[in-house]
C-alpha cells in the first residue's frame, strides 16, 4: 500500500463532533478538528428538569462540513484531499429522529424547525419511561422472548420506547412521521445522496442493540407484537427495516453535492454507521473477553467473544449481545453506565452556582474580569477536587454515594433510579463528597464487571479509553484499585474516530478486515494503572455498603412510584 491513501473518521458525541484525518498506512494521525455543537450548547429544545434532551440535525451537518473541511485544510489541502479513500461514522445511541418519505429529518422540513419532537432524540432522553415500562410488560405476553437479546429490559434509552413516546405525545409529528431512523444510520444516507426512506441501510449495531433486531426472528418483532401494544405502531415495521449491515460494509459513495461541500472526490466510499462505543472500541485495539470501556459523559461498555463460544449463552440485565455488532463474526455484548463523568460534571454545576449567577451582578470587578475569573475557576474546580480527594484516607466510613443520577443502563436498566449521597456530617467537605461520587462510578463500573464474571463470560482485562479514561488519572487508579485489575488507557486521544478510521479503510479496500485494519493503524497504549493491594479489602468492603445502600434507594424509588399511583 502507498503512504498516500487516507481515511477519515467522524465521531458524533453528546456535546461535539470530531473528525480525524488517518494516513491508513500506519493509523497516523494526520489532522483532527472538533466542533461544539451551537443550539445544543445555548441548551435550545432541551429540559433538564423533564429529562428531555434533543439535538437540531443542523447542528450535525454544520459539524460535519466544518470539521472535515477544517481538517484538510489543516493537512494540506487539495492534495490531501485527493488521496482520501474511504470516511466511516460513528454516533451516540439510541439516538432516532422522525424522518418524512425522502428520508428527511422533520426538523428540516418547513413547519417543524423549531418543535423538540421533530429533532433527533438524544441517548440520554428519558421522557420514555412510561413507554418502557409498557414495552417490558407487555413483552411478558408472548411465548417468543423478543427482549432476550437486549439483556431481558428494554429501556427508555432505546428506539422503540422513544418512538411511542413521540407518536403519543406530538399529533403533528404523528402525521408526519413516515419512518423512524437512529443518527448512525442517517449520516451515511446523507452523505451519500440517499433517497427514500426505505433505502437507509440499517447498521447491524443500533439495529440489533436497541430495536430489537434478531437473527433468530428474521428481522424485527412482528408486526402483531407493536400493534397490539399500541394501534399508533401499527404497520410501522413495514417502513422500517428487515436486513442490516455490519459496518465493514458500503452505504455507498460520496454524493456528487456532498463531495463539492467537503472538497472530496465522489470516489471516496462511505461505510455503514455504527455506535460511538463499537466503533471506540475497535479503534482501541479491543480483544475478546477484553472490556473495553469509553468513558464520557456516561460509560458504554464493549466485550467481544467468539460467536461459537456464546452459544446458548444469554447475559441478563446489559444492553445486548449482537453478532457482528462489532466486529463481524464476533458477538458484541454492550452495557455502561448513565451516569459517568455526567455525574461530576453535575457536582462541578453545584459547586459553581454562585459563579454562574451571583458574580457577573458583582459591584467589585467589571464585567469582562468576572467572566474571566468564573472560566478560570470552572477549569479548575474538577483538577483541584481530584488532588485534594486523592490525598484522602479511604475508610469504610467515608461519605458514600450511588451513581444513578441519569437512572441505571447496567444492570438491570431502571432509568427511574437517581442518585444519593450518605453519611454527610458537618465535616464533609467538597473534596470528600467528590470522592464519594468518583468512588460511585467506579463501584458502578464493577457492578458491571461482576454481572458479566456471574453469568459465565471472563473479563480478562480492561482498556480505557475517552475523556475521564485520558484525563483523570484519579478516577483511573481508584477504578484500578476497585477492580482489582489493570487498566490499559489507549493512546489515542480521539480513539471512536480512529476505530471509524479504521472501519473506513475496510470499505475502501484498502485492508480486507477489520482485524486487519486494526493490526495496522492501531496505536497502541501509552499508560496502565495496576491495583494497590493494600487498598483491597477496605473497597471490598465500602462495595457491600454501596449495593445495600443501592438496594435500599431502588426499594425507595418503588415505594415512592407505587405511592404515586
Known amino acids: 500500500m502507498s503512504k498516500d491513501q487516507f481515511v477519515i473518521g467522524v465521531d458524533y458525541g453528546s456535546d461535539s463532533v470530531r473528525s480525524v484525518l488517518i494516513n491508513a498506512l500506519n493509523g497516523e494521525e494526520i489532522a483532527s478538528s472538533v466542533f461544539n455543537y451551537p443550539r445544543w450548547q445555548d441548551g435550545l429544545f432541551c429540559n433538564a428538569a423533564e429529562n428531555q434532551f434533543r439535538q437540531h440535525p443542523l447542528d450535525y451537518i454544520e459539524g460535519l462540513e466544518a470539521t472535515i473541511?477544517?481538517?484538510?485544510?489543516?493537512?494540506?489541502?487539495?492534495?490531501?484531499?485527493?488521496?482520501?479513500?474511504?470516511?466511516?461514522?460513528?454516533?451516540?445511541?439510541?439516538?432516532?429522529?422522525a424522518v418524512d418519505k425522502n428520508g428527511v429529518p422533520l426538523a428540516l422540513t418547513p413547519g417543524f424547525e423549531k418543535n423538540p419532537n421533530a429533532m433527533f432524540i438524544l441517548w440520554k432522553d428519558h421522557t420514555s419511561i412510561p413507554e418502557a415500562a409498557q414495552i417490558n410488560e407487555h413483552a411478558t405476553k408472548f411465548d417468543i422472548n423478543y427482549l432476550k437479546y437486549v439483556g431481558g429490559i428494554y429501556s427508555s434509552e432505546w428506539f422503540w420506547a422513544k418512538l411511542l413516546h413521540i407518536l403519543r405525545a406530538d399529533e403533528q409529528v404523528r402525521k408526519a412521521c413516515y419512518s423512524w431512523v437512529e443518527h448512525c444510520d442517517w449520516i451515511p444516507f446523507l452523505l451519500t445522496g440517499g433517497k427514500g426512506a426505505e433505502n437507509i441501510m440499517r447498521g447491524r449495531c443500533s439495529?440489533?442493540?436497541?430495536?430489537?433486531?434478531?437473527?433468530?426472528?428474521?428481522?424485527?418483532?412482528?408486526?402483531e407484537f407493536f400493534s397490539s401494544l399500541d394501534p399508533l405502531l401499527k404497520g410501522f415495521t413495514s417502513r422500517l427495516f428487515t436486513d442490516t449491515y455490519t459496518s465493514d460494509q458500503k452505504a455507498g459513495y460520496l454524493s456528487k453535492e456532498w463531495a463539492e461541500r467537503l472538497g472530496l472526490s465522489t470516489d471516496v466510499a462511505v461505510g455503514v454507521g455504527a455506535f460511538d462505543a463499537h466503533m471506540g472500541a475497535v479503534g482501541g485495539q479491543i480483544e475478546p473477553y477484553h472490556l473495553s470501556k469509553v468513558m464520557g459523559t456516561s460509560t458504554c461498555d464493549i466485550l467481544v467473544a467468539p460467536t461459537a463460544e456464546m452459544q446458548g449463552k444469554l447475559v441478563k440485565g446489559i444492553c445486548g449481545q449482537v453478532n457482528g455488532s462489532v466486529i463481524p463474526g464476533m458477538m458484541g455484548l454492550e452495557a455502561g453506565q448513565s451516569?459517568?463523568?455526567?455525574?461530576?460534571?453535575?457536582?462541578?454545576?453545584?459547586?459553581?452556582?454562585?459563579?454562574?449567577?451571583?458574580?457577573?451582578?458583582?459591584?467589585?470587578?467589571?464585567?469582562?474580569?468576572?467572566?474571566?475569573?468564573?472560566?478560570?475557576?470552572?477549569?479548575?474546580?474538577?483538577?483541584?477536587?481530584?488532588?485534594?480527594?486523592?490525598?484522602?484516607?479511604?475508610?469504610?466510613?467515608?461519605?458514600?454515594?450511588?451513581?444513578?443520577?441519569?437512572?441505571?443502563?447496567?444492570?438491570?436498566?431502571?432509568?427511574?433510579?437517581?442518585?444519593?449521597?450518605?453519611?454527610?456530617?458537618?465535616?464533609?467537605?467538597?473534596?470528600?463528597?467528590?470522592?464519594?461520587?468518583?468512588?460511585?462510578?467506579?463501584?458502578?463500573?464493577?457492578?458491571?464487571?461482576?454481572?458479566?464474571?456471574?453469568?459465565?463470560?471472563?473479563?480478562?482485562?480492561?482498556?480505557?479509553?475517552?475523556?475521564?479514561?485520558?484525563?483523570?488519572?484519579?478516577?483511573?487508579?481508584?477504578?484500578?484499585?476497585?477492580?482489582?485489575?489493570?487498566?490499559?488507557?489507549?493512546?489515542?486521544?480521539?480513539?471512536?474516530?480512529?476505530?471509524?478510521?479504521?472501519?473506513?479503510?475496510?470499505?475502501?479496500?484498502?485492508?480486507?478486515?477489520?482485524?486487519?485494519?486494526?493490526?495496522?493503524?492501531?496505536?497502541?497504549?501509552?499508560?496502565?494503572?495496576?491495583?494497590?493491594k493494600q487498598y483491597k479489602e477496605v473497597y471490598a468492603k465500602r462495595y457491600q455498603q454501596y449495593n445495600s445502600l443501592g438496594k435500599f434507594v431502588a426499594w425507595q424509588i418503588g415505594l415512592q412510584s407505587n405511592t404515586n399511583l
Open 339 to 532: 451516569a459517568f463523568g455526567d455525574t461530576y460534571a453535575w457536582f462541578k454545576n453545584v459547586l459553581s452556582w454562585p459563579l454562574n449567577n451571583l458574580l457577573k451582578d458583582s459591584a467589585i470587578i467589571d464585567a469582562k474580569t468576572a467572566e474571566a475569573l468564573r472560566n478560570e475557576i470552572s477549569e479548575r474546580i474538577i483538577p483541584e477536587l481530584s488532588r485534594q480527594a486523592q490525598l484522602l484516607p479511604i475508610e469504610a466510613n467515608n461519605e458514600l454515594a450511588i451513581d444513578w443520577f441519569n437512572g441505571r443502563r447496567t444492570p438491570d436498566a431502571d432509568q427511574t433510579l437517581k442518585g444519593a449521597i450518605t453519611g454527610l456530617s458537618l465535616g464533609s467537605d467538597a473534596p470528600k463528597i467528590f470522592r464519594s461520587l468518583a468512588e460511585a462510578t467506579c463501584f458502578g463500573a464493577k457492578s458491571i464487571v461482576d454481572r458479566f464474571i456471574q453469568e459465565g463470560i471472563p473479563v480478562k482485562g480492561i482498556i480505557g479509553i475517552g475523556g475521564v479514561a485520558k484525563k483523570s488519572p484519579f478516577v483511573m487508579q481508584m477504578m484500578a484499585d476497585i477492580l482489582g485489575m489493570p487498566i490499559r488507557i489507549h493512546q489515542f486521544k480521539h480513539t471512536c474516530a480512529l476505530g471509524a478510521a479504521m472501519f473506513a479503510a475496510v470499505v475502501a479496500d484498502i485492508y480486507p478486515t477489520v482485524e486487519d485494519a486494526m493490526a495496522a493503524m492501531g496505536r497502541g497504549f501509552d499508560v496502565e494503572y495496576y491495583p494497590d
Open 207 to 223: 439495529a440489533g442493540h436497541k430495536a430489537l433486531w434478531a437473527e433468530e426472528f428474521g428481522g424485527l418483532p412482528p408486526d
Open 69 to 97: 473541511k477544517d481538517c484538510l485544510e489543516k493537512a494540506g489541502g487539495e492534495s490531501i484531499a485527493r488521496a482520501v479513500r474511504g470516511l466511516s461514522v460513528d454516533t451516540t445511541g439510541s439516538t432516532p429522529v
